[in-house]
């Protein structure tokens, strides 16, 4: 089963399933977690509390096509193509820190995968 646009998109944003349904929507986790696997149930004022939440339209969001999401420097982009070809671009910022953060974890696990591949190397 492929990957719903309303997860990416939360799973992008670093909120939780509770927060979507309880903070923005007014419904249970469950009845969320059901959306975000079947978004065709979604209501119309549903779709519009969260096409605002992601500045995203509607129809990108609801569209079935796995949107193009590219990291930059200091920011994450979201762009979306619907049907019409019309190419929808929004930019959130981000937290310095947290790029900081991330490039030191890249490479940390590359030192590891080297150690690794060193290790494997000795052992034939």
Sequence with gaps: MA???LK???EVNDYTQDFIAEDILGISQN???RLE????KITAEQA??????Y?????NLLSEATPVITFKENAITNNSNSANGYNQSTTIQSNENE????REEIEYLRKQNSELIKVL???K
């Design 37 to 40: 696997q079947n978004p065709s």
């Design 55 to 59: 500045k995203v339209s509607i129809a």
């Design 48 to 53: 519009q509390k969260l096409s605002d939440l």
């Design 99 to 102: 790029v900081k953060t991330l």
């Design 3 to 5: 990957t719903s646009t």
């Design 8 to 10: 990416i998109l939360r």
């Design 31 to 33: 009845t969320y977690s």
């Design 121 to 123: 190397g000795e052992r």
